[in-house]
Nanobody
Framework: QVQLVESGGGLVQAGGSLRLSCAPSGSIFSINVMSWYRQAPGKLRELVAAIASSGRRNYGDSVKGRFTISRDNAKNTVSLQMNSLKPEDTAVYYC????????????????WGQGTQVTVSS
């Protein structure tokens, strides 16, 4: 079973930057839509950003203009560049894929990573 593995979380001061990355745990064919979600304590999980294989992007309102999502289709990786971080960005960030073509004609759906903690101090 393919998993997604996040990296790049940590502690940063308000106004600082972090870059998150996500890659599959093994060799795969392709990934359709890759997304970043986050969940803060006591809050619902929310969409941060998503990017289709075509490159089309979608952002949550709270991060527009500050965060940038990008992907490398050749490596099947996705990154999230987070600038001008605020304390309210503190959360566990999850990488997700709507479906992954593991081998030709074989798919796994709704694949998630384990999450990486991002903490922004004031």
């Amino acid at each position: 079973q393919v998993q997604l593995v996040e990296s790049g979380g940590g502690l940063v001061q308000a106004g600082g930057s972090l870059r998150l990355s996500c890659a599959p745990s093994g060799s795969i064919f392709s990934i359709n839509v890759m997304s970043w979600y986050r969940q803060a304590p006591g809050k619902l999980r929310e969409l941060v950003a998503a990017i289709a294989s075509s490159g089309r992007r979608n952002y949550g309102d709270s991060v527009k203009g500050r965060f940038t999502i990008s992907r490398d289709n050749a490596k099947n990786t996705v990154s999230l560049q987070m600038n001008s971080l605020k304390p309210e960005d503190t959360a566990v960030y999850y990488c997700a894929a709507d479906f992954i073509e593991v081998t030709a004609g074989t798919y796994e759906y709704d694949v998630w990573g384990q999450g990486t903690q991002v903490t922004v101090s004031s």
